[in-house]
């Protein structure tokens, strides 16, 4: 008898780990807003190429780029992720920042000035607090890549200080602490989709963007009239590896370490390689005739000045810990 009760204890076993990791999925989505000419895209390659090979094939992730999951509604793509409608993706913490407040963090003008303020957030127990903000809200988050220092361009005038933008059409994305940042500098800021935005600069419904050098290089964004473009370092938007909740749950502990280790791989490979090209990307927008503005450290203070009303608004959203744990990191970095 003792023995059949241990047959059927280990058979019950059996079909339990069996039903919870066999049923794989054939294929998995994997969403981006940028394709692979960008190294937002190239992140998700990696990605993807990294899991296949380390599972012999077991899993099998596809890319869908241009947030096309989503309608092009790059905003959508957390929610879609957590109602199991994406499976996994690698998003900006600008288009999550709508369902999970915390991502705003990293959207607060100039509290990160350069690459080791970036790391010392992501890398530390801000970064973690982060994470758990994501984790809560139905997405586990794996890994950090980076979309990049976000720059302004425009097709109208050198900007140099904040008075240069009176009354300046700004598109912007995400959520609406955007909006306060732009208005807090007099601009007119608009809301839209990637997909929307070149359109719009080309027909001149707005008169300029933000988004990092990288970007404004692979979609050339000289040729829809962009001729200034002030290197101001405003803020910039880390790249989160991520999987819905349900799908990760759906993994065994080893292949769950599997994506996790592949992410982290793929995240630091495509950090270092897009802040390595930035010399070159910038030499190239330059040989274009864009004019190239760098800001003194006293211009970039009048910016700074002109946008702290955004923290008063947005750090009690964001969380006083967050924001403060943030901005020690910075501060000690
Ligand atoms: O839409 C943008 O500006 C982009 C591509 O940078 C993001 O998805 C945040």
């Known amino acids: 008898l003792k023995r059949c009760t241990f047959l059927a204890a280990a058979a019950a076993t059996l079909l339990f780990s069996a039903t919870s990791h066999a049923q794989y999925k054939d294929e998995y989505t994997v969403s981006t807003v940028l394709p692979s000419a960008f190294p937002w895209g190239q992140a998700a390659d990696k990605w993807v190429e990294l899991v296949k ?16 999951l989503v309608s092009g509604d790059q905003t959508k793509e957390f929610s879609a992720m957590r109602s199991g409608l994406i499976d996994m993706a ?8 709508p369902q999970v407040p ?32 994501i984790k809560k809200r139905g997405v586990t988050p794996l890994a950090w890549g980076e979309n990049g220092f976000r720059e302004l361009s425009n097709s109208k005038l050198t900007i140099e200080e904040p008075a240069d933008l009176d009354g300046l059409k700004i598109r912007v994305v995400g959520s609406p602490l955007f909006q306060d940042t732009f208005t807090a500098l007099g601009a007119n800021p608009t809301q839209m989709s990637w997909a929307d935005a070149k359109p719009a600069l080309t027909t001149g419904a ?61 995240g630091q490979w495509e950090i270092e390689k897009s802040r390595s090209e930035i010399d070159e990307t910038l030499a190239a927008i330059k040989d274009r005739g864009v004019e190239v503005t760098e800001l003194t450290d006293e211009q970039r203070d009048a910016f700074v000045k002109a946008t702290q ?6 750090t009690p959203r964001i969380g006083e810990d967050l924001v403060k744990q943030a901005q020690e990191a910075v501060a000690n970095r």
């Open 53 to 68: 090979e380390r599972s012999d094939g077991r899993i099998n992730m596809k890319i869908y780029s241009n947030s096309q």
């Open 309 to 314: 009303s955004v923290y008063g608004e947005w």
């Open 206 to 266: 707005v008169d300029g963007q933000e988004n990092p050098l990288s970007v404004f290089d692979v979609a050339r964004i000289d040729q829809v009239g962009q001729k200034y473009l002030t290197r101001w370092h405003y803020m910039a938007d880390p790249l989160v590896f991520a999987v819905s909740n349900s799908i990760w749950d759906q993994f065994s502990a080893e292949d769950q370490e599997l994506l996790k280790q592949a992410a982290v791989d793929a």
């Open 90 to 97: 690698v998003g900006s913490t600008i288009n999550w920042s």
């Open 102 to 133: 915390e991502l705003n963090l990293f959207s607060l003008p100039f509290l990160m000035p350069d690459y080791d303020a970036i790391d010392a957030i992501t890398q530390g127990e801000a970064g973690e607090a982060v994470f758990a903000a």
